[in-house]
């Protein structure tokens, strides 16, 4: 299969997984909209805040926790050597437990093609540790994320996750929007990167019109007769301006114009 057929259809599977994420969230959102009204707020972890410590998986008053992993499918590399999958020192590259960095094994890796896997999570197996999202963050794209699953959290008045995150992680949002997906943010961030499109240029400006030409006449629009009597001094209005010659010239142009013409001077 050529480079260009593998990418299409890599495209093709990223578009249908996208919509597949799409769904399940919206699914969940509606569920907990039934639940409460858009002035109520609810407890989520902001992902680009979280350190990925594991306290998510042992300050919950639920077991297993409330919080568990989520895979933001459009944002994975679709890696063949998964470190959110794989352990960092390990044996081998097998999927035996001992190579695994998921303690119970709630990863599902399935081939798709050379050399592109996808990741999904086995919910009810996850514990909320985040070790994998620790290892999703510090050598792949960042698509593993920690979130509060609205299905099962009880909104304890005083979480006892946001007593114990070390990074502030744990923040209030409106329960008819009550996940926070790294995704959605870079896109959003990418829409406002675009650069503005430039105004139109506008009319061109109106040239100046041409400055008049001085008022004179030209010399061969002067057809005097032979014969005519002119006085030296009418002689300037009938030499160019712009030019003037040396003043020691002035008596042979007029010398010269005037046998050219024929006239005798008085
Ligand atoms: S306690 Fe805070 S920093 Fe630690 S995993 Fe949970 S949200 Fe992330
Ligand atoms: S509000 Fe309660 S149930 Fe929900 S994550 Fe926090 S401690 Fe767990
Ligand atoms: S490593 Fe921890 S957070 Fe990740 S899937 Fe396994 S149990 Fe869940």
């Known amino acids: 299969m050529s480079d260009d057929a593998k990418m299409d259809r890599r ?62 499918v459009p944002m994975c590399g679709f890696c063949d050597l998964c470190f959110g999958y794989f352990a960092e020192q390990r044996p081998g590259d097998t999927e035996t437990a001992e190579n695994l960095r998921c303690p119970t094994d709630a990863i599902v890796r399935n081939f798709i093609e050379e050399p592109y896997y996808e990741y999904l999570i086995d919910e009810p197996k996850c514990i909320g540790c985040a070790i994998c999202v620790e290892g999703c963050r510090q050598y792949g794209n960042g698509s593993l994320s920690m979130q509060v699953r609205h299905d099962r959290c009880v909104n304890c008045n005083e979480c006892a996750i946001a007593v114990h995150c070390p990074a502030d992680a744990f923040v209030r949002v409106p329960s008819d929007d009550p996940y926070i997906l790294r995704s959605e943010r870079l896109e ?79």
Do not use: Y
């Open 188 to 266: 959003e961030e990418e829409e406002e990167t675009v650069e503005p499109r430039r105004p139109s240029p506008g009319p061109e400006p109106a040239r100046p019109a041409p400055a008049p030409e001085p008022d004179h006449i030209a010399p061969d629009e002067f057809a005097p007769s032979a014969g005519d009597e002119i006085h030296p001094e009418e002689l300037d209005e009938f030499i160019e301006p712009e030019a003037p010659p040396a003043a020691s010239d002035d008596a042979e142009d007029a010398d010269d114009l005037l046998d050219m013409l024929g006239v005798d001077l008085l």
């Open 11 to 72: 495209h093709f599977l990223r578009s249908g997984l996208r919509a597949v994420c799409g769904v399940a969230v919206a699914g969940t959102v509606g569920a907990l909209a039934a639940r409460g009204g858009s002035d109520d707020l609810v407890w989520q972890i902001d992902p680009d805040r979280c350190v990925a410590c594991g306290n998510c998986a042992t300050a919950c008053v639920l077991t297993p926790s409330a919080v568990k992993v989520v895979h933001e």
